[in-house]
């Protein structure tokens, strides 16, 4: 935990002697060699120099003991000497005998050679180093920590005023904000595809302090006290809200700030800083720098977590100080914005105007993050796992997310972006080109209709009904309301919700799939079970049956939501009929049990299930008599025909979902749904890529539920396709010993001018 070390009352006095000669007048080197002056004097020292980074270079820009001829002469490059060696570790050096040490490196001009003692320390903002303060004794002296501290102390101050310029002039362009920028690429993983550039802006804005030095240090410490409490109130606010405003990741980071923001060692430190001679920012900053420096030396992934946070905490803390918001949600963005977070939530995800936010960046996250489903429904590209991204990056540089390919580019060089832009060019037309065939009708060269409908599961997705133009909602993901929200949305919620979803639909239809929860679907209020093998575990149906008062609850809702029209319900993960039958009686009692109560109800109830577990396929002959319609989702079947997990990145292309095997399974699905006139739809991954849509038509597939953005590429697939005589192709290949039949439906839809 947080220790706080006493800190000197010790630069009180030179604070504010600093402070009366930022009030002088005169030129910008008068005022820095008053500084120096002043801090030699202090820290009685015969030697006080300032160097600032200026272009790349570290340069002697004042100094009080060395020969003067030196200033804007000397220049040393970060790493080399001994203020190199302090400007590229960032961190403090303390030496009794300085020119023993193997990095001193002599400058004749500076006449350093009779000053045996050094102490440095690293000015520093944004995370970033400046320049360098140093002080030097002739006498072989052992700085004490408390020295080590208050020069720190001063130099925390004095980066602030380097920063804001009132200790240099324009022209001197000085690295104030930035070090050398370079341009980098980083690898993370794909939350979300697609492809942005634009502009860099930190979802938890940097805060520049501008007064450093206390004025009235009992004001301060009022002002210290009172952040500290609205903070606290912030987080347990946060931590309280009922709605989509916290989730998973961020309640965990959330109560690791509760603890920190009642640490009694943190405060401490933070009030010694302001009893120095501090304002209450400057005292955050510089228990801030403190925070930072010890997570250099960590190498401990859980407390580099810790220190993390407790940095993330005092970000927070400064935008209480300065009543700014806690993030950039309420700034003005740039026009293509690029955001950074280190962790975020779906509903903060959506305060950002989403017409101006581009793209994400997340230190933190995983594909089934909410973030991610909320992002990927709103076709923001993400990049996930990007370390240390946030302090690599400068508000407004230009990045590149490049959400295919899991990658990232800041400050990129001009080649770069032109192969981006093309890419995005040939992205935008693309789109323009689906949108503009939006009202063709779905139907192939040979007359076939085929129904498009696309896969949902937030109220954001409804814009994509219009858009796409598709004929409906084929599978609506309920869970996804369930899994973006702290606690379980309660009956009069949920039956709201259904209603908004079921009027924006108006006509056409809405497959509703019951909870899908489980696996790696965890509801944050619902106890984790630890399980082996979760995919095959308890989930889906087996938790809705074992505890029939979820779904009933979730029943009822739909079908009050649906109040005189027809409601269209399935189960998802049905192994056997008998568990069908089951769900089916738990629907019909609450059927009859609103009907009772004069309560509103569906007009009439179609009930439909999911055949993704393979067992169920050789039942259908005695479960098509009991359904009206049946949805295959490829995505587990494919894992449960394979026994192959779908998560895990060693078998992600292991099997082909086009591979003989499981195209004569959903041949075999297809012969008894026809057989028994019972509707038949698809709608895993697999229906919205149109090589595979193709493959699913040949087979006799007529509805197709995908993610909205494959409505356009299935749809120019199949209206190139003449199905009869793929249908005929295919009938050659079942029994083929192929790995997979990717390639022959490639060189068919090659050679009959099928577009894939
Ligand atoms: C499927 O398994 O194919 C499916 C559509 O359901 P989910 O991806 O939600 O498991
Ligand atoms: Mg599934």
């Known amino acids: 935990m ?92 303390a030496l009794a005998d300085a020119q023993g040490h193997p990095q001193f490196a002599y400058k004749p001009e500076t006449g350093e050679e ?109 002002r210290l006290d009172a952040a500290v409490a609205s903070m606290r109130d912030q987080v347990n606010r946060m931590l309280e809200a009922p709605d989509d405003e916290i989730v998973g990741e961020s309640r965990d980071v959330l109560e690791t700030y509760k603890m920190f923001a009642h640490d009694s060692g943190w405060l401490h430190k933070l009030h010694q800083a302001v009893e120095s001679g501090l304002t209450a920012e400057a005292a955050v900053l510089r228990v801030q720098g403190d925070t930072r420096h010890r997570m250099q030396a960590i190498t401990d992934p859980y407390l580099r977590e810790r220190l993390a946070d407790l940095d993330d905490l005092a970000n927070r803390l400064l935008l209480h100080l300065t009543g700014k918001g806690v993030t950039s949600a309420a700034e003005a963005l740039p026009e293509n914005a690029i955001l950074f977070a280190r962790a975020m939530g779906p509903a903060e995800l959506l305060d950002y105007d989403r ?177 082996e093998n979760p995919a095959m575990g308890w989930r889906a149906i087996r938790i809705a049956l074992d505890r029939p008062a979820l779904l009933k609850v979730q029943l009822r809702a739909l079908l009050q939501a649906a109040e005189g029209r027809v409601l269209h319900v399935m189960f998802p993960m049905v192994a056997e009929v008998d ?59 494919m894992q449960f025909l394979f026994a192959t997990d779908r998560g895990n990145p060693r078998m992600v292309d292991r099997y082909d979902p086009l591979a003989p095997s499981m195209l004569a399974f959903l041949r075999w699905v297809v012969q008894q749904c026809k057989a028994h006139d019972k509707p038949l739809t698809l709608c895993g991954e697999m229906g919205g890529r149109p090589l595979e849509a193709m493959a699913l038509l040949g087979l006799g597939f007529e509805r197709l539920s995908m993610p909205a953005n494959a409505i356009g590429p299935v749809k120019e697939m199949l209206r190139s396709l003449d199905v009869l005589s793929l249908a005929e192709f295919l009938e050659g290949l079942y029994h083929l010993p192929d790995h997979s039949l990717r390639a022959r439906l490639e060189e068919y839809a090659r050679e009959n001018g099928v577009i894939v």
């Open 2 to 93: 947080v220790t706080g070390r006493a800190m000197a009352p010790g630069p009180r006095a030179l604070l504010r002697r600093l402070r009366e000669v930022m009030a002088e007048t005169g030129t910008v080197e008068e005022r820095l060699s008053q500084v120096v002056r002043s801090i030699a004097a202090n820290m009685v020292s015969e030697v006080c120099s300032v160097y600032l980074l200026r272009n790349d270079e570290l340069e002697l820009y004042a100094t009080e003991g060395l020969n003067p001829e030196a200033v804007h002469k000397t220049r040393l490059k970060v790493g080399e000497g001994l203020v190199g060696d302090i400007a590229a570790n960032a961190r403090p050096l």
């Open 579 to 637: 568990e069908f039958i089951r769900a089916r009686k738990v629907l019909d009692r609450e059927v009859a049990r609103l009907k009772s109560l004069g309560r509103p109800v569906a007009r009439q109830v179609r009930v439909g299930t999911m055949l993704e577990v393979p067992a169920l396929a050789w039942q259908l002959p005695s479960l098509l008599p009991l359904v009206d319609f049946v949805s295959v989702g490829s995505n587990d079947l």
């Open 114 to 222: 009779i000053f045996h003692s050094l102490l440095g320390v690293p000015l520093q903002r944004d995370n970033r180093v400046i320049g360098v303060l140093v002080v030097q004794n002739k006498t072989r002296r052992q700085y004490a920590e408390d020295e080590v501290e208050v020069l720190e102390t001063i130099a925390m101050v004095l980066a602030e005023m380097v920063a804001s310029g009132q200790l240099t002039s324009p022209e001197d362009n000085v690295a104030v904000s930035r070090a050398p920028s370079l341009p980098f690429r980083a690898d993370g993983r794909t939350l979300s595809e697609g492809l942005a550039i634009g502009q860099a802006v930190l979802h938890e804005p940097r805060v520049h302090v501008e007064r450093t030095i206390a004025d009235d240090i009992p004001h301060e410490k009022r």
């Open 355 to 531: 017409r101006k936010l581009q793209g994400l960046v997340l230190e933190e996250g995983s594909s089934v993050s909410h973030v991610a489903i909320v992002a990927r429904a709103l076709s923001i590209p993400v990049v996930g796992s990007v370390g240390r991204a946030i302090e690599r990056v400068e508000p407004g540089d230009q990045v590149i997310v490049d959400g295919d390919h899991a990658q990232i580019f800041v400050r990129p060089v001009a080649d770069v972006v032109s192969a981006f832009q093309q890419s995005l060019g040939l992205r935008k037309a693309r789109l323009a080109k689906y949108a503009a065939q939006r009202d063709d009708p779905p139907i192939t060269r040979d007359g076939k209709r085929v129904a498009l409908l696309i896969n949902a599961g937030l109220l954001i997705d409804l814009a994509h009904l219009d858009e796409t133009g598709a004929e409906g909602i084929g599978l609506y993901r309920t869970e996804l309301q369930f899994l973006v929200r702290p606690t379980m949305p309660k009956a009069e919620a949920q039956t709201a919700i259904y209603a908004r979803v079921l009027e924006h639909a108006g006509d056409r239809p809405v497959v509703f799939r019951t909870l899908d929860v489980g696996g790696d679907k965890v509801l944050p209020y619902l106890a984790k079970q630890t399980e």
